[in-house]
């Protein structure tokens, strides 16, 4: 059984509306996540430890921000990995791989957008190198083995890809994904793609901050709390307790 939360949870289920239907919506939601964690394995990707990049990007000298743009299924776990990792001054949920137009929720949950599920992530290089942001992407935030689909979700939105800012990423990117390959880290091929050239655009403001705001929402709790927690096992050095939020920037 799949859940597609693009479908369970719109825009309105977590908007002004009555209590009841909410409070349905959950119950509904939270009967599926049961059926599917009692089925099998559960919903959330096992983390696989993926060696560091060998080939890694130098940072400009006096860079203080850098942007790393990356999808991995349903953003709302992407944004709420890297919120907890050090360096990261910002991570936005949003849309990449279609046009401005159509970098709306519902429109592309319909899968015909180009868009792809992404989070935008500001850091700062002195702090932590793009490898190392890659390095937990593929280890932590999702399963790059998983081709159009990630988890409960699938469709083209819910892709693995990588959304490149400068030559240096793409070149960094490329020869990581070749290196996990080469290595067989995970005993299946990477699906994770690389695609240069696309624009980032931010989505709607109940998306952000999703998992801190939502901790008992039975889609965080069953695929991305142990996300969190395999950051805190995996990298602990890496590991930040207290989340840096859309919310807090956008009111500092």
């Known amino acids: 059984m799949e859940i597609k939360h693009s479908r369970l949870h ?5 908007g002004p509306r009555s209590s009841s239907v909410l409070l349905v919506s959950m119950a509904f939601v939270a009967l599926v996540a049961a059926v ?3 089925a099998g394995p559960r919903a959330a990707e096992t983390a696989v430890m993926v ?3 060998v080939v890694d990007e130098v940072a400009p000298p006096g860079a203080a921000t850098e942007t790393a743009v990356l999808a991995g299924g349903c953003f709302w776990g992407v944004q709420g990995v890297f919120q907890h990792v050090k360096g990261v001054t910002s991570a936005v949920s949003g849309y990449a791989g279609g046009d401005a137009r159509s970098a709306r929720y519902e429109t592309v949950g ?3 957008t ?3 599920e992404a989070v935008s992530i500001t850091f700062d290089p002195r702090q932590i190198s793009y490898g190392r942001v890659l390095q937990i992407y593929f280890s932590v935030a ?3 083995t998983q081709l159009n689909r990630q988890g409960p979700d699938s469709g083209p939105q819910y892709r693995s890809a990588i959304f490149p800012v400068t030559a240096e990423q793409a070149r960094v990117a490329e020869r990581y994904i070749a290196q996990i390959d080469e290595a067989k880290v995970f005993g299946r091929p990477i699906a994770t793609r690389v695609e240069p050239s696309k624009t980032f655009y931010p989505a709607e403001a109940y998306h952000q901050d999703f998992l801190t705001r939502h901790p008992r929402h039975p889609y965080i709790v069953v695929n991305d709390l142990p996300k969190i927690e ?3 096992r995996l990298f602990p050095e890496s590991y930040r307790p207290e989340p840096v939020l859309v919310t807090a920037t956008a009111g500092s």
């Open 110 to 112: 319909s899968g015909m």
């Open 10 to 14: 719109s825009a309105r289920a977590l």
């Open 142 to 144: 999702h399963d790059p």
């Open 51 to 53: 060696p560091a990049p």
């Open 230 to 232: 395999d950051l805190k």
């Open 36 to 38: 599917v964690w009692h």
């Open 114 to 116: 180009g868009h792809a």
